[in-house]
């Protein structure tokens, strides 16, 4: 990752709302030979138990997910505008199916404790798991929230420590 430099969590000057709900991110976990990336645009971040935290949420459906299971560092990627084509097709395509990091144009890289990132990234947050739960819909306070699973696929929340925020 030679051309981010490395900057505490709280250095990030970013909107996370606009970050995360609006220009999207890329979910990714495996290594450098073999990762697979989702496009979300849920998620957060904040302190819990003391720590920097992020938050990410898998459907057990996703790919992605067989990676989050076995590793115990994924990362977020951010991208400039420019990259929105390359995040909607990251988000419409599989890799089970094919190569997706290769097929949308991304370079893959490893930060420094070799979690998978990309090189065109404007932003990586690398974050190690430490708690994980599953959504449980007899939880839901709030009607609305069930429209966001019509197929009852209910997501996996990950929530990771942030060791490494990239910036370029």
Not at 27 to 47: C, D, F, H, L, Y
Not at 100 to 123: D, M, R
């Amino acid at each position: 990752m030679k051309d981010f430099n490395k900057i505490t969590p709280d250095l990030i000057g970013e909107n996370i709302f606009k970050l995360i709900g609006e220009d999207w991110m890329l979910i990714t976990a495996g290594n450098k030979e073999k990762a697979n990336t989702m496009t979300a645009s849920w998620g957060g971040m904040g302190v819990l138990w003391h720590l920097p935290v992020c938050f990410a949420f898998i459907r057990k459906s996703r790919y992605t997910y067989e990676f989050a299971e076995r590793e115990s560092l994924f990362t977020l990627s951010f991208f400039n505008e420019t990259y929105r084509d390359t995040l909607n097709y990251c988000g419409a395509h599989s890799g089970r199916n094919e190569d997706k990091i290769v097929n949308c144009g991304l370079t893959l890289v490893e930060t420094e404790n070799g979690a998978p990132a990309f090189n065109e990234a404007s932003l990586v947050v690398e974050c190690r798991k430490i708690y994980f739960d599953d959504i449980i819909p007899e939880h839901f306070l709030d009607s609305r929230i069930n429209r966001n699973y019509p197929s009852q696929d209910y997501h996996r929340m990950y929530i990771g420590e942030v060791i490494g925020v990239y910036v370029k």
